[in-house]
């Protein structure tokens, strides 16, 4: 009988260590919406934004992803993450949306093949990004725009 529990605890213990290693050992992320968790994505802005995404965008239903401080919406047509930093002075169109203003990172959006958007000016900042089919990206703006007007914004488009 203490054998049989000696050998029950090494193999739990090896399940333990073989758990926490898969858990710990790979980054906050999901491989089918290409996504991870930004830097501050822990932080109490982007905590709070959590109760506040969108259910859907341009038609899009939000779904469920494990990343921290993330949605996605249509199978990944559009991604959000929150904390990341906020961009700075750029030549790149900067647009005011409900009160929001938005970068669209234009070197960024041609190397990945779809427009990454990143507010401006609020810390932390959101990353937004919206694949080719979407149909409206300023309806996509509307929508998260409510969501993240309550972190504050210091700074503006110029």
Known sequence: MRVRYAVGAGALAIVVVVTGW???GRPDGDPQHGLRAAQRATGPA???LAGRWPGRLDGHGRERVGVTGA???GDGAVTARCG???PRLSPDPCMNVNGVDWLLEQARSRQAGKKILVSYGRSPAVEVTVS???RAVDT???GLSKAVAPIAQPFHCV
């Open 71 to 73: 949605e996605a919406w």
């Open 22 to 24: 898969a858990r710990w």
């Open 140 to 142: 996509v703006l509307l």
């Open 84 to 86: 990341v930093t906020s």
């Open 46 to 48: 982007c905590r709070s």
């Open 132 to 134: 080719p089919g979407v």
